[in-house]
């Protein structure tokens, strides 16, 4: 498994990803039709089995053979994109998804970026054979998504805790990035259901997760996991209290709902079995993060390299 094609690489993810794999020596190449420039890529030149290719997954994965593994992440990311975008969310995210599947050979192992979204608001503890429950465009497409790929045998599919962190590539609608920048740009963080509770995992982790997976692949293929770790499910109040313990600001805890309902408990049971287990905590991210927002604005057009 030594040739790793990245979809969607030159993302939020995607590119910590592509440092981690090059720095153990894997060829790495990202596919991505740079939605969101190619800048985040600069500082990967540096490793000569690094290549990029501006392309679209929708129209074009001729070279798609040549590839011992393939990491999806491509795709219409986080809620508020696919509401804003739901068209594309099902071109890219699902007909996009099921073109790949198919053009792939049997001996190609796909690792599919997929997500705990859809695990919906029982507020109840949820394992991989808990029912789904996708409450937003985001949550459907990805779930359409991840059944088409776990039809073949030689997929893992990754089920992971909503990322947070640093990235030269930053998402701002993530929530640990967006409360902390709040806090610290704004002076006040508003919740709706704030005690609604999600589940987390630093950025780097999640890199490290797909590593894991790539080296453990004879043993996870075929399976289903929930990407993160047991100590990071966390209530939308605690992750701000969490925020509180490094700069002070104003918690305003709203009666207006939340339109993305989501309210879970995270078993990360079958994950930490195979011997994976994230080592960030929301602390380490929010000190990182108010470390990066006091010399860089994600907001303003400028990215980090
Ligand atoms: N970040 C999270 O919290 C999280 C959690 C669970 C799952 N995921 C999944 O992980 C994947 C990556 O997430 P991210 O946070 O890095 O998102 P991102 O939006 O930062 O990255 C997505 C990348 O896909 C590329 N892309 C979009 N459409 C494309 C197309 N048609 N062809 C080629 N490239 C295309 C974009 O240019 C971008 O670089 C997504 O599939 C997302 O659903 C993310």
Excluded: W
């Excluded at 939605?35 to 089995?49: C, N, Q, R, T």
């Excluded at 998804?97 to 109840?124: C, H, M, P, W």
């Excluded at 006040?188 to 950025?203: E, N, P, Q």
């Excluded at 989501?262 to 994230?278: E, Q, Y």
Aim: charged letters at 25%.
């Amino acid at each position: 498994m030594r040739k790793v094609l990245i979809t969607g690489g030159a993302g939020y993810k995607g590119v910590k990803i592509a440092k981690l794999l090059l720095e153990h020596d894997f060829h790495v190449t990202v596919l991505d039709n740079f939605m969101y420039g190619p800048d985040p890529l600069v500082h990967l030149l540096e490793f000569d089995k690094f290549e990029a290719v501006k392309a679209d997954i929708r129209n074009n994965i001729e070279g798609i053979h040549a590839y011992d593994a393939i990491i999806h992440l491509a795709g219409i990311s986080g809620y508020p994109a696919c509401e804003a975008n739901p068209h594309s969310a099902q071109l890219i995210n699902v007909d996009a998804t099921r073109n790949l599947v198919q053009a792939l050979a049997k001996d190609q192992l796909l690792i599919y970026a997929s997500t705990t979204s859809f695990y919906g608001k029982s507020g109840e503890c949820c394992d991989e054979s808990s029912q789904v429950e996708p409450v937003s465009m985001y949550g459907i497409t990805k779930f359409q998504a991840e059944q088409i790929i776990m039809e073949r045998e030689n997929s893992i599919g990754l089920r992971f805790a909503t990322v947070f962190g640093a990235s030269p590539k930053m998402r701002m609608d993530l929530m640990i990035n967006d409360f902390t920048y709040k806090a610290c740009k704004e002076g006040m963080v508003v919740l709706f259901d704030s005690y609604a509770k999600r589940t987390f995992i630093h950025v780097d982790d999640a890199a490290e997760c797909y590593l894991f997976a790539l080296k453990n692949c004879d043993r996870m293929k075929g399976g289903l996991f929930n990407a993160g770790g047991d100590a990071l499910n966390y209530s939308k109040l605690e992750i701000a209290e969490a925020i509180k313990k490094y700069l002070d600001f104003k918690i305003i805890d709203s009666d207006i709902k939340d339109r993305d309902v989501r309210h879970f408990i995270i078993s990360f049971d079958k994950i930490t079995g195979m011997g994976f287990t994230p080592k960030k905590s929301v602390e380490d991210g929010v000190e990182e993060l108010l470390r990066l927002y006091k010399f860089y604005d994600p907001h303003s057009h400028f990215r980090v390299i």
